[in-house]
């Protein structure tokens, strides 16, 4: 029997965070895939109050809320950490998830909204992704936990990847490169580290399933 | 530890505030405290919290930390011997930082709801309301503290929103205690203490607040208003 499962969802960036994290401590675990349409009695159990991915089960106990397990798998893993050690630095890095984490609503409203309302999503993730470039990465760090990736870098992960695909799917172009230009170093950056490039859902795949969902949700509207 | 400076940007009405007096309070830990007019923010928080712009903002010898929960994991891992709020054993930590989230994801909103909606919305907010403070009930069990035997980590967290109770009530014309008798005593529990009876207004005096800014303003602007800031 696993010591360590994960329950999580393909395309769920929450999900990628706790993967991304036991890979780069090298921690084994168990991989459950949970269909989010029809979950399983065993989710259920575990994640009664939000009913949601991921979920950590280590010996049989279960934890939630991803940045609640990756402080976690940090404290009883504590090779190749993601949190600093400072307590001042650690309240800095904990701000920034929390940000980035406050932030993650955004990805559905972008593509599950047209009109006004779609406009109003783009403008916030402006704002959001200037707050970035002018307060998150400065001094030139290539990465938000300076030479080594570490939980924030984690938590903004859907600016690198999923904002792309949510790109194609509504035919917006949200973020210039040229606009971004140290966000966007960093992303080509956190995009290379193996334990990363080797672990992200399928783009192709993504984007069918997020184009269905947008073409599900505009019908439904125009009934 | 003599010339630690700690000071507290705050605003009296604010939960996320009294979480941070109420931390500091328990670990007997003096500081500052500043009062800030939210119509006209001071430079000192424009300079502290550039992102938010917001309250609470503690700074210690002269650094700036932000976000409440933040704020008191901080405070406690600054001076960890006298009071600690989290437990020791990381799985008992991840569940307390657990129901912290909770509290975190729904209290504040509900509540605010219930204040400041009417009609199907407001018994919508009402329902969903107790059905949280339900769940905290559950997770209390018998337990007189959330911390166990003493104050920890998710009672802190939790017992600022008791101050604003008697104002969800009136506006919402229900008994807290008539559906969550268990929680009201484990708020009457911490009350007792002074480090959260110090630090928590009158619920007259919140009340009080709550109609002056309906009276003021008229309530379909309140939503708009920053008066209550949420800390991030």
Redesign the interface.
């Known amino acids: 029997m696993a010591v360590v499962k994960l329950f999580g969802a393909w395309f769920s960036p929450y999900a990628y965070r706790v993967i991304w994290a036991l890979k780069l401590k090298g921690i084994p675990y168990e991989y459950i895939e949970e269909d989010l349409r029809n979950k399983s009695p065993l989710l259920l159990q575990y994640n009664p109050?939000h009913k949601k991915v991921p979920v950590l089960v280590?010996d049989g106990?279960p934890?939630?809320?991803s940045?609640?397990?990756l402080?976690?798998i940090d404290?009883?893993w504590p090779q190749n950490p993601l949190l600093p050690a400072d307590?001042?630095d650690?309240?800095?890095t904990?701000?920034w998830i929390?940000?980035a984490d406050?932030k993650g609503y955004l990805m559905s409203k972008l593509y599950q909204t047209d009109g006004e309302e779609q406009q109003a999503a783009v403008k916030e993730w402006l704002e959001m992704l200037e707050?970035m470039e002018e307060?998150a990465l400065i001094g030139g760090k290539k990465f938000f936990g300076g030479e080594e990736i570490n939980m924030v870098d984690m938590a903004f992960s859907f600016v690198a990847y999923w904002l792309g695909v949510i790109e194609d799917v509504v035919g917006l172009e949200i973020f210039e490169p040229h606009k971004f230009p140290l966000v966007s170093l960093w992303i080509q950056n956190f995009k290379s580290i193996p334990v990363i490039k080797e672990n992200l859902p399928d783009a192709d795949k993504m984007f069918a399933l997020l184009k269905h969902g947008r073409e599900m949700m505009l019908a439904s509207k125009s009934d | 530890m003599g010339d630690e400076k700690v000071v507290l940007l705050d605003f009296w009405p604010s939960p996320f505030g009294m979480r941070v007096r109420t931390a500091l309070a328990v670990k007997g830990i003096k500081y500052e405290y500043k009062e800030e007019d939210l119509s006209n923010k001071s430079d000192l928080l424009l300079k502290m919290n550039?992102?938010h712009k917001k309250i609470p903002v503690l700074i210690?010898n002269g650094?700036p930390?932000?976000?409440s929960?933040?704020?008191v994991?901080?405070i406690d891992?600054?001076w960890p011997h006298k009071s600690p709020l989290l437990p020791t054993d990381?799985?008992q930590?991840?569940i307390a930082?657990?129901w912290a989230?909770?509290v975190e994801k729904k209290i504040y909103d509900l509540g605010k709801k219930v204040w400041t909606t009417k009609g199907e919305e407001q018994e919508a907010a009402k329902k969903e309301f107790i059905a949280c403070l339900k769940?905290l009930e559950g997770e209390l069990g018998n337990k007189d503290y959330f911390g166990g035997e003493n104050l920890g980590y998710v009672d802190v967290v939790l017992v600022p929103f008791y101050s604003w109770f008697y104002a969800y009530e009136k506006c919402g014309n229900f008994s807290i205690e008539r559906e969550c008798p268990k929680l009201i005593a484990w708020a009457k529990r911490c009350m007792e203490k002074d480090s959260v009876s110090k630090s928590l207004p009158d619920q007259q005096k919140i009340y009080g607040f709550v109609l002056h800014l309906r009276k003021v303003v008229g309530l379909s602007k309140i939503l708009c208003l920053q008066h209550i800031s949420r800390h991030?």
Request: glycine fraction near 0%; include cysteine; proline fraction near 6%.
């Open positions: 109050i280590h106990k934890i939630c809320e940045t609640v397990i402080q976690y404290e009883i307590p001042y650690r309240a800095a904990l701000f929390k940000f406050d707050v307060h | 550039p992102i210690h650094k930390i932000c976000e929960l933040i704020q994991q901080y891992e600054i990381p799985y930590r991840a930082k657990f989230d909770f769940l991030c």
